[in-house]
Every structure is written in structure tokens, then in C-alpha cells.
């Protein structure tokens, strides 16, 4: 078993910035990449992030340039840099661990960008 634990998530003002964190721990020794995803209210569950053991990164279009995807040298723990925060980032942000075939998620942190 695998478990993801996101923390970070918070209130910010449009322009700032916040870092989220998650804590993988649990047969994490196959993983593949992780990420992160994010789903907004009314909306679909959409990438975000992806790193690979490789270190390949890859982001969505609405987020490249202002978040940055990194990770520990143990993949215990995969961090989201999050600057210049816009209010249509707001919504519950995932992590995701790609491991072998499966995949598993986390509960989710939230961030609300608003003035």
C-alpha cells in the first residue's frame, strides 16, 4: 500500500505564493512519477504536474512559468512551488503517485487564492 499525505494548502492573495508539500510513504520503492492534480468546484480533475524518476517535469499550459514541480532525492516527499497565484487556481489539489501499474492518490489540500 501506498500512502500520499498533501499539506500546505491554505489562503493566499492573488499574486502570492504557497508550496505544497506531500509525504509519500508505504511501497514507494517502484515508483514511476509523481504529480500533482487539481480539481476546481463545477470542474474536472486536471494535471497540473508530473516529475519523473528521470526527472523529466511537465505542466499544464495555465500553470508554466509560475509553479515549479521538485522532489527529495528518497521520493519521501514531492513539493509544488506555487507563485503568482491567480483566483482561478483555487481548488483542491491532489498528489499522485504513478507506481508500476497503479496509481494512487491522496485526499487533498486546499487553496483559495482571493482577496
Known amino acids: 500500500q501506498v500512502q500520499l499525505v498533501e499539506s500546505g494548502g491554505g489562503l493566499v492573495q492573488p499574486g502570492g505564493s504557497l508550496r505544497l508539500s506531500c509525504a509519500a510513504s508505504?511501497?514507494?520503492?517502484?515508483?514511476?512519477?509523481m504529480g500533482w492534480y487539481r480539481q476546481a468546484p463545477g470542474h474536472e480533475r486536471e494535471l497540473v504536474a508530473t516529475i519523473t524518476t528521470g526527472g523529466s517535469t511537465n505542466y499544464a499550459d495555465s500553470v508554466k512559468g509560475r509553479f515549479t514541480i521538485s522532489r527529495d532525492n528518497a521520493w519521501t516527499t514531492v513539493y509544488l512551488q506555487m507563485n503568482s497565484l491567480k483566483p482561478e487556481d483555487t481548488a483542491v489539489y491532489y498528489c499522485?503517485?504513478?507506481?508500476?501499474?497503479?496509481?494512487?492518490w491522496g485526499k487533498g489540500t486546499l487553496v483559495t487564492v482571493s482577496s
Open positions: 508505504g511501497s514507494i520503492f517502484s515508483i514511476n512519477a
Open positions: 499522485v503517485a504513478f507506481i508500476n501499474i497503479r496509481t494512487y
